[in-house]
């Protein structure tokens, strides 16, 4: 996993230095455009178009062959995506040299892009290839100066731009070259000295993370466990209280029977809590439902008529708008279910008497955008990034409605999102709307 892991983050960061090289390109003829056309500087323009035309050419191999290895979660593939950084790397210094040959040496101050390449294959490669690219930039770097100062090769001026003569001036050259060397190497030492401390620092995060994961799957086991054991007692004792409540033993006075109820309205909510545990922690084990294709408007108008009764009770008003041209969409019939009435008994649950409740659902091209809208308590702005964690509960509806177990958005959440749809809400003082994006052909994840 962790050979994968590091490779796909290499095989990024080389799309991304073939993505540099493409602006790159268009850069330098842009650039050499600006300076002859414009600028009137003389420089050597068909070289340089030749050369962004072997950088086009190269970074359009790279490119295929970046392809290639990306299809490959081997090892060999591993390493052919090293080599295949460490060569793109060297072709740029020597590309890099090429360039400035060709447009003034010493005369052109873009030798300070060979820092760019520094800080690149820092953060790239290893601290000693760092190192060895670094020596490859002195030495060319080195080279060329030495060239134009012994008259070797052509000297190719930054006619308008620079002084002539400069490459001929040793103590000029040899400071120059001694400067762009010390450069280099100090750049090279402090990129890989950062990015030492971020990798280890890297390593770190990853290990505690696992760790996290490990105890969270302990934590999920344990949950499952008690809450089952829980569950099952908690059943025993309702069916008790069912048949005491019934009379099935006797005839109850009032005040047997009022405490009698008591308790099995208390046994039915604790019932629900555990319920409502236990699913969120299977889910998380397990991690993947039963898949069917349904109707969803029928789930719709199934999750709406659950409330009806609770809204009447209340005096709120409940509509729904349901768009006809919704159909089929496949996922967990059960969970999807759940999840609405969930968030429909919220809107009722937390909008006072004589409120309004509202169920929108419209068809998107590949998604149903589901709306859950509601003129009740709303939520406090400075809360609302919490309610979807588990067990939380907003202050005000702490205050206002005792009965809450703060497991119902974050079940709903940890569902949408399995289906590969978001969950999101928006609320003020007049209300609160909760809205959900179901993809029609969910791949359950
Ligand atoms: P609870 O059992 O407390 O309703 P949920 O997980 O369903 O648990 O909701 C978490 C919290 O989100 C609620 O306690 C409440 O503070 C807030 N909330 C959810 N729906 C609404 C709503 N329609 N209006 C106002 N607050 C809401």
Redesign the pocket.
């Known amino acids: 996993m962790e050979e994968v892991l590091e490779q796909a983050s290499l095989a990024r960061r080389a799309h991304w230095l073939v993505q540099l090289r493409w602006l790159a390109i268009g850069f330098l003829v842009g650039a050499v455009f600006v300076a002859r056309r414009i600028l009137d500087i003389q420089l050597h323009e068909q070289a340089l178009y030749i050369l962004a035309g072997i950088i086009l050419a190269y970074n359009t191999m790279l490119h295929v062959a970046l392809r290639r290895t990306d299809r490959r979660r081997t090892e060999q593939a591993g390493n052919a995506l090293h080599r295949i950084l460490i060569l793109q790397s060297t072709a740029d210094l020597f590309i890099l040299t090429g360039i400035l040959y060709f447009s003034g040496g010493i005369e052109n101050p873009f030798s300070f892009f060979f820092m760019f390449h520094m800080i690149i294959s820092s953060t790239l490669l290893s601290r000693m290839q760092s190192y060895i690219q670094a020596t490859i930039a002195v030495v060319l770097f080195g080279l060329l100066l030495l060239l134009d100062y012994t008259g070797l090769v052509q000297h190719y001026p930054l006619r308008g731009f620079a002084p002539e003569g400069l490459h001929t001036d040793g103590r000029f050259v040899l400071g120059y070259w001694f400067v762009f060397a010390t450069t280099v190497y100090v750049v090279v030492y402090l990129a890989t000295s950062i990015v030492a401390q971020l990798r280890k620092q890297q390593a770190r995060y990853r290990n505690a993370n696992e760790q996290l994961q490990q105890k969270d799957h302990i934590k999920n086991e344990y949950v499952l466990r008690v809450t089952h054991d829980i569950k099952s007692h908690l059943a025993a004792i309702k069916s008790c209280l069912d048949v005491v409540e019934s009379g099935l033993l006797g005839p109850l006075n009032e005040e047997q029977t009022d405490f009698v109820e008591r308790a099995n309205h208390r046994a039915e909510k604790c019932m629900h809590f555990i319920s409502s545990l236990l699913r969120l922690t299977r889910m998380r084990m397990t991690g993947h439902f039963d898949r069917t294709c349904f109707p969803f408007k029928n789930l719709l108008y199934d999750s709406f008529a659950a409330i009806e009764d609770r809204a009447a009770a209340k005096r709120i008003a409940a509509a729904y708008e349901i768009d006809p041209a919704i159909d089929q969409v496949c996922g967990s019939e059960v969970l999807l279910e759940d999840t609405l009435t969930?968030?429909l008994?919220?809107?009722v649950?937390?909008?006072p008497d004589g409120g309004k409740v509202i169920l929108r659902a419209n068809d998107r091209k590949n998604e149903v955008l589901v709306e859950?809208s509601?003129t009740?308590?709303?939520?406090p702005p400075e809360?609302i990034g919490d309610?979807?964690n588990?067990?939380?509960?907003?202050?005000?509806?702490?205050e206002t409605?005792r009965?809450?177990?703060?497991?119902?958005?974050?079940?709903?959440r940890e569902v949408i999102e399995k289906h590969g749809g978001r969950i999101w809400?928006e609320?003020g003082p007049e209300?609160?709307t909760?809205f959900l994006t179901i993809p029609k052909d969910s791949a359950i994840s």
Not at 376 to 379: A, F, L, Q, R, S
Not at 403 to 412: K, P, R, V, Y
């Open positions: 969930n968030l008994s919220n809107a649950k937390y909008t859950i509601d009740g308590i709303g939520i809360e309610i979807f588990e067990f939380y509960r907003a202050s005000n509806a702490r409605v009965d809450g177990t703060g497991l119902g958005l974050s079940m709903a809400v609320s209300g609160t909760f």
